[in-house]
């Protein structure tokens, strides 16, 4: 890259520990940081904490614009609108969205501080990288201070059909703005149908192979499927240390013949109730299994002050404890669920010690925990079961692939992990594991960033 790259997320990449500031995980971050850092270019976002201001700073290469957010900017902006309207419409009304004038107005009103931020810190050349459901608006502000500024965005989450959208009060207001961006970047070609076929239906837009136009200006929808540092996860998976703790793990959990393993952010979306039910209904079908397997969930904390996410977390708990009480015995529970975030050494050991991921969203732009086990996979062995509407599944189509509403469809197909012959899952996970390797996030960031994308067509 020539051009010097700004992005602009909800979020700075880097975090205060102890009073010193490090870099965030995370995919995203360990991407771009080194484009960024070449071309000593700039992220905006906020710092994560209400009423705080902090100056612009330099971390790692990287100048760092924090935008100061009050109190009730988050509850509005953040906890409000981007996560109780956008995250629950977007990923198919699985909770029934909020629809509040006060939030819209608040998060309109941040997205133009942040279209601000960046108009300050731009050069006629830059190009401005713009993130997720938090900023959909900033393209059509940002546009406003600097028309001809080269201007990208990209949803980490699903766009949802035409029909779920449409039920927006704002929806051709938040198209408009999108259609600011001069290439909007989503996971799949079905997302990015999904937007053509909005803006085609609520704005005056026009869609031809060269991208959709509006007012004059023509913006390139691409399908570009976000990826994991895969390098670093076969590097931790290789580690000796990794094996010993795999070792333990198992001796841990009463050293069962098979572990089934689930890792989310405990959301709605996840479907790990779903999950725990399948495994149930296996456990009914075949009860020899009850002692000779175990279901480990890592659920991590996530948006905690929202009432769905805690009756989310209180209803998984509740269904693990049922079903330890009514399938295990005195000396062994079928279900180990745990509460916490770990780091990625832990993480890619529990990654190897699990002989069946489980990954069974509803709704999931790419859900990068299914690639992340594969890469984990170093000898070419384990069986993931994949819901068919994370984005993930159009790329890991030698998983086994379910349909997340159907409970005993899933218990089958648990089943169906257990029985399947050494040669099989070698093979399969082999052919994901190339496709993780040849499609990583560094090419899925020099790809966004550079010419070689795919524009969907109508």
Not at 78 to 84: C, D, R, T
Request: glycine content about 6%; overall charge negative; proline content about 4%.
């Amino acid at each position: 890259m020539t051009k010097r790259i700004i992005v602009a997320a909800n979020r700075l990449p880097v975090r205060q520990v102890e009073g010193e500031w490090e870099r965030s995980p995370g995919g995203l971050v360990s991407a771009l940081h080194p484009i960024l850092e070449q071309n000593r270019g700039v992220w905006v976002g906020w710092s994560g904490t209400a009423d705080e201001h902090i100056e612009p700073f330099e971390h790692d290469g990287i100048d760092l614009i924090p935008l100061s957010l009050g109190w009730q900017e988050v509850d509005d902006y953040y906890l409000g609108f981007s996560n109780e309207t956008v995250w629950p419409l977007f990923h198919g009304a699985i909770r029934t969205p909020a629809y509040h004038r006060h939030w819209w107005r608040t998060y309109q009103a941040v997205n133009k501080r942040f279209a601000e931020a960046i108009a300050e810190a731009t050069s006629g050349d830059d190009l401005v990288w713009i993130q997720d459901y938090q900023l959909l608006m900033v393209p059509k502000y940002l546009k406003e201070h600097a028309p001809n500024l080269d201007v990208r965005f990209f949803l980490h989450i699903p766009f949802p059909p035409v029909e779920l959208y449409a039920r927006l009060p704002w929806r051709t207001e938040v198209l408009e703005a999108l259609l600011g961006a001069d290439v909007l970047g989503f996971q799949t070609e079905r997302g990015a149908g999904n937007f053509i076929s909005a803006a085609t239906t609520f704005t005056e837009a026009t869609a031809s192979d060269q991208g959709v136009t509006l007012s004059g200006h023509t913006t390139r929808v691409v399908a570009s499927p976000i990826s994991i540092d895969t390098a670093e996860f076969e590097r931790v998976a290789s580690l000796e240390e990794t094996s010993q703790k795999v070792l333990s793990i198992r001796a841990d959990l009463g050293n069962p013949e098979v572990i089934f393993l689930g890792a989310d952010r405990l959301d709605y979306t996840k479907g790990i109730d779903v999950r725990f039910r399948a495994y149930e209904a296996m456990l009914e079908r075949h009860p020899d299994l009850a002692s000779r397997t175990k279901f480990v969930q890592i659920g991590v904390p996530s948006r905690s002050t929202i009432k769905d996410y805690v009756e989310v977390r209180e209803e998984i708990e509740q269904i693990a404890g049922r079903i330890n009480s009514t399938q295990g015995s005195r000396h062994y529970t079928p279900i180990h669920y745990m509460y916490e975030s770990l780091d990625i050494e832990d993480l890619v050991a529990y990654y190897r010690a699990a002989d069946v991921m489980v990954v069974t969203p509803f709704a999931d732009g790419m859900n990068l925990v299914a690639k992340e086990y594969v890469a984990s996979r170093v000898e070419d062995d384990g069986v993931l079961l994949l819901s068919e509407f994370a984005g993930a599944a159009q790329e890991l189509d030698e998983a086994i692939l379910l349909n997340p509403f159907h409970v005993d469809g899933i218990a089958t197909k648990m089943y169906q992990a257990i029985q399947m012959e050494s040669g099989e899952r070698q093979g399969r996970m082999k052919a994901m594991r190339q496709i993780v390797r040849d499609h990583d996030v560094h090419r899925w960031a020099r790809s966004a960033l550079g010419s070689d994308l795919d524009v969907v067509t109508v």
